[in-house]
Structures are given as C-alpha cells and as structure tokens.
C-alpha cells in the first residue's frame, strides 16, 4: 500500500476516530507488525495538538512464549507499577487508539482455563475503578472517557494477507462507515 494512503488512514483514525484534540494525551497500542501505521498515527497525534503519546506494543508470539513458560501466578501478577500506570489514566482520560491485528489462532493450544484464569486475576488486582487523588471517588475508565478508537485488522488463513492489505481493507470499511449520511 502506498504511504500516503496509510498516511490519510492514520488521519482519519486519529481525528474522527479518537477525535484527538490539542493538549490532550494519547495512548497507542498495536501490534509490532503494524509499527508503519502505529509511526503514522503518532504522527497525525502530534499534528492534532496531543501533548504526548504513549506507545504500547504488544507481540503475539512472544505473548504465546509467556504463556508456554510463565506460571498462572506470575502472568496474573500486577505489579505496582501497572496499577500506578492505570490509575494516572484515570485521572488524565487520554484518548486510546487500538491497532489490533492479532492472528485469532496464535494462543491456540493453551488452555482456555489458563488464560480466563490469567485475565481475572489481573482484572481483580487493577480492579474496574480506581481511586482520584484524595478524594476518596472512584471513577470508571470505560465510562469517563469517549475518545477510543478501536481497529481490527483482519486474518485469514485461506488467503493470508499481509499487514498492509489488511489495513487497507479494514480502513475502507472504516471510511465508508464514518461517510453514511
């Protein structure tokens, strides 16, 4: 795909889909197959005035590894630095922009029971609302904030895509979404 097609989706995703606004922070998080996009779209961030944008990259594989060689306990611990990290994003409400292209299949094989057990235990320990400063209120992230855009790139195992057409096909999808009168 052509850089400056990639260069309009990553303007789009961050000014209608996260609808960034100047001063505000961001979060990014993508998959490092989609580091060209994830690039683009910092960059469009910056272009619409965010004061910072955070980057989360995430690796399938190497998630599989944990899996395969972490224990329950140790890939369900939160450490205190995580909770400090979701509790200052409870009081900044930055916008979240989501590039998700993780192979559905690639935890295939580790038991459904390890994982569901994994995701509650951090869930329990971040808990669903934090607590504001001193005073004593919790608020709920999900709620607070609206700024999120969420993208799922697509996988195929019949006719595999490679990471640039699957952006392409989700981003007309997208498009075509955002331009319905």
Known sequence: MDKNMLSEYAKLMVKVGANVQKGQKV?????????????????????????????????????????????????????????????QMVKDLPARIFIESADPDELSGIPADVISTVGRMRSKALKDG???RDTGEYRRYETDCTDTCIIYLLHSSDA?????????????IFIQCVDRP
């Open 130 to 132: 934090f607590k504001v």
């Open 27 to 87: 979060r990014l998080y993508a998959e490092v197959d989609q580091y060209e996009l994830a690039t683009l779209v910092a960059k469009e961030c910056y272009n619409a005035g965010a004061s910072y944008v955070e980057m989360f990259w995430s690796c399938g594989a190497v998630e599989r590894l944990h899996y395969e060689n972490a224990s329950v306990e140790t890939l369900g611990t939160v450490l205190s630095w995580e909770e400090e990290r979701q509790k």
């Open 160 to 172: 595999p895509l490679n990471a640039q057409s699957r952006v392409h096909i989700v981003l007309e």
